[in-house]
């Protein structure tokens, strides 16, 4: 799994945003069904926002402890 962490300012909000928007059109969002591969077997790429509630979810399954802190932390309060 990884991460893209954007700006904390509002463009890198609308950064954000408009990547979200592209998962959400092409039918790989959050809500998507998950297929890890297309049927030429090339891997496909998901994403979408996430919210602090996917982020304590995470955290805590998380297994990898070195990653499970990025997100510690993060202001969104400036977005």
């Known amino acids: ?5 954007f700006e904390g300012a509002p463009t890198g909000y609308v950064e954000a ?13 959050k ?15 998901y994403g979408f926002i996430a919210s602090k509630k996917d982020m304590d979810s995470f955290n805590h399954h998380s297994k990898d402890r070195s990653t ?12």
């Open 68 to 79: 499970r802190t990025i997100f510690q932390g993060s202001d969104r309060d400036d977005l």
């Open 1 to 5: 799994m990884s991460f893209l962490i």
């Open 31 to 45: 809500d998507a069904r998950w297929t890890p591969f297309d049927e030429r077997g090339i891997s496909k790429l």
């Open 17 to 29: 945003e408009r990547l979200h928007n592209h998962f959400i059109k092409e039918g790989r969002d």
